[in-house]
């Protein structure tokens, strides 16, 4: 695993991670099977849709080859700017059960929408896809028990500021993108 890979993880874990904190602050006492159902959840979504994206990118490798690197750069930048405008302009809670089978199912599959954008920007790397997602995947679960345990007590201005460093992450790893490939040519 390198660098890239593990901020990535950590930049797409943002939004589960902030759903998870305003689910422990809704539910103040959180059991754990409620935390390791959320944090399952979260985890399989964000480790399975990069996965998609990932296969739908390379489906169509060919006919983006000369403009690959402004593709990849612009997901990146527009999730991680999404992320923060969206942190800036919260809403309230995160309903009255977040633990229920049908809002875990909602909420993974919203909170991982911006992985499978991402995984289309992998498709357009040169990488290995298992250890990626495996790594986006656990880097989630950990970070999702930690975020719905210490809800409570971290408060909701946590929440905002975790989609936000997210956010930025995402940009810098796009804007990296773009400058290399700019640079060398690959």
Known sequence: MNIETFLTAIAL????VAVAIVSGIAVRHPTWGQTLRMSLTFGAFQAFMPWIGFLAGRAFAGAIDAWDHWLAFGVLAFIGAKMIHDARHAGEGAGTAPFSA????TLGVATSLDALAVGLSFSLLEFDLVPTVATIGLVTLGLCIAAVRLGARLGRRAAQRADIVGGVILIAIGAKILVEHLVTGT
């Open 102 to 105: 049908t809002t875990l199912f």
């Open 13 to 16: 874990a943002m939004d589960a």
